[in-house]
T-cell receptor, first 117, second 117 residues
């Protein structure tokens, strides 16, 4: 158990709808990262939130947006859903603000499986 | 260009044997971290082991060790005395040090390891 919890576990939406996924980070962690994992692929980095601001982003369009709250929990919002958005969405928490990458190990939740019909 | 390459889509190994999962990486950043994660069918990514680019010794964590060959840009995972519970997808990942690692993890496509009794 990593202490990272995601909700819901499964979700079915139709094309064009909007979706919000939620993540509670591990106690003591201040950074949340989101990843999209298509079937049979490795996860792809969507963005990272640190101190309630997005401080890193992968190659995803603006309809993918997020929030981080003062308690370090986070939301991923996807607007105008497309069929290709069907995937496992993984949230990872870590402790940033240290000087070495060694202390910034990301711990993942079990993910939200999104199906877009 | 792919930054992480895992050339073994699937592997079958007899229980109690040692297994090596291959990973090569590509980066021009002198500071980077290499990670291995295990993903069972439940979906959660489980952190296994970490190697920093400046670490002089190969990392070890229980039955897991990382064979780090910097000149060859290779970071193979070695699992000693494999167990049935080791059956899962295994992902190699890298985070570059620029921007404090805010660009997230880059994952390979994974290796599906099946341990046979």
């Amino acid at each position: 158990e990593t202490g990272v919890t995601q909700s819901p576990t499964h979700l079915i939406k139709t094309r064009g709808q909007q979706v919000t996924l939620r993540c509670s980070s591990q106690s003591g962690h201040n950074t949340v990262s989101w990843y999209q994992q298509a079937l049979g692929q490795g996860p792809q980095f969507i963005f990272q939130y640190y101190r309630e601001e997005e401080n890193g982003r992968g190659n995803f369009p603006p309809r993918f947006s997020g929030l981080q709250f003062p308690n370090y929990s986070s939301e991923l919002n996807v607007n105008a859903l497309e069929l290709d958005d069907s995937a496992l969405y993984l949230c990872a928490s870590s402790l940033s603000g240290t000087t070495t990458l060694a202390k910034n190990i990301q711990y993942f939740g079990a993910g939200t499986r999104l199906s877009v019909l | 260009a792919q930054k992480i390459t895992q050339t073994q889509p699937g592997m079958f190994v007899q229980e109690k044997e040692a297994v090596t999962l291959d990973c090569t990486y590509d980066t021009s950043d002198p500071s980077y971290g290499l990670f291995w994660y295990k993903q069972p069918s439940s979906g959660e990514m489980i952190f296994l082991i970490y190697q920093g680019s400046y670490d002089q010794q190969n990392a070890t964590e229980g039955r897991y060790s990382l064979n780090f060959q910097k000149a060859r840009k290779s970071a193979n995972l070695v699992i000693s005395a494999s167990q049935l519970g080791d059956s899962a997808m295994y992902f190699c990942a890298m985070r570059e040090g620029r921007r404090g690692g805010a660009d997230g993890l880059t994952f390979g496509k994974g290796t599906h390891l099946i341990i046979q009794p």
